[in-house]
């Protein structure tokens, strides 16, 4: 199964980054190197992001019941908005740390820095190799590939940093490396709130235009009118939508509702389509039935009177 593939190849990449981890943590003490140790700790949160990124994708693999009509699909989203957030957490930290350094420099081992920083770079380049063999749709995957990749770049620039202590004794290298360590882990974690965020609040899908969809469905034949309409992300990579379409009267409601379904599935990748379809002013006839001939427990209809964004009709004015 895809799922157990993308699993075998996140463990290759956890047992990488775990060993090398101890390691770099020994090294940098004794090189006395914030770039190391900022490495080091940024490392254990790529560790974190795939163990989190494994327990999701075995929690949104169990099958829906009880209350969870989704399952539990939006726990990979969860791990990503962690990832994010503690890349934002620890940058800050090593934000602040790098700027003391940046005052009063320590003596720094160079030659250890370098040759630390470049196993680094070959460890991070396999870990990202696999890494990317997993299906990287998925936020949560995504989320933990995107620590490994900006652990990468961090060990590039802490190499140069490594070589221009060593060659030129300018001990705020170290530092300043750290620093842009903090600005590649902010751009990252910034990106996975931002986008886990989007889908926790029920956000459009990124590159689908609500408006736009509306105007491209109710100009199809026999539709007179669609409101309530909403499109979200149950998770990464699975969009979702659900509208109240109007058709004209006498209109093929079954039919006006698979073709809209066609066009969402072949236009937009949205196969999960919650279509109401009704005809134009079926609601004030039933409105009236029950008023004229009201029965026990009857209520009105008047259901979408107060209809949840923009209202899209056909014709000239079509908002």
């Keep these: 199964m895809a799922a157990d593939a993308d699993r075998r190849w996140l463990v290759s990449a956890l047992t990488l980054i775990v060993v090398f981890m101890a390691g770099e943590v020994v ?14 700790a940024h490392m254990l949160t790529d560790a974190a992001s ?3 990124a494994l327990i999701a994708m075995r929690l949104s693999a169990r099958p829906a019941r009880g209350g969870y009509t989704y399952g539990l699909k939006r ?13 934002l957490l620890l940058s800050a930290w090593l934000a602040y740390e790098a700027v003391g350094r940046l005052i009063s420099p320590p003596e720094v081992k160079g030659s250890l820095v370098l040759v630390t920083a470049l196993v680094g770079v070959v460890v991070n380049l396999a870990a990202a190799w696999c890494m990317s063999k997993a299906n990287r749709t998925s936020l949560n995957v995504e989320g933990a590939f995107q620590h490994v990749v900006t652990d990468l770049y961090a060990f590039i620039a802490t190499a140069v940093a490594g070589a221009i202590m060593l ?12 620093l842009i360590v903090v600005a590649l882990m ?15 609040l029920e956000a459009a899908p990124a590159g689908i235009d609500p408006d736009a969809v509306a105007d491209q469905l109710v100009a199809a034949p026999e539709v007179v009118e669609i409101h309530d309409l909403h499109i979200w992300e149950i998770t990464s990579g699975q969009p979702a939508i659900s509208a109240h379409i109007l058709v004209a009267p006498g209109g093929d409601c079954h039919a006006v509702r698979r073709d809209l379904q066609r066009q969402l599935r072949e236009d937009y990748r949205i196969t999960h389509a919650t279509l109401q379809v009704d005809h134009l002013g079926e609601d004030e006839e039933q409105d009236l039935l029950q008023i004229t001939r009201p029965t026990a427990g009857a209520v009105a209809a008047d259901h979408c009177a107060d209809s949840h964004g923009p209202v899209h009709r056909s014709g000239p004015h079509e908002h």
């Design 167 to 178: 060659t030129t004794g300018f001990l705020r290298a170290d530092a300043i490396a750290s």
């Design 75 to 87: 726990a990979e989203i969860l791990s990503a908005q962690a990832n994010g957030l503690t890349l």
């Design 50 to 52: 795939i163990v989190l």
């Design 27 to 40: 090294v940098g003490f004794a090189a006395q190197s914030l770039a190391l140790i900022s490495d080091a």
């Design 186 to 200: 902010l751009r990252a974690g910034f990106g996975l709130v931002r986008d886990s965020g989007r889908i926790f």
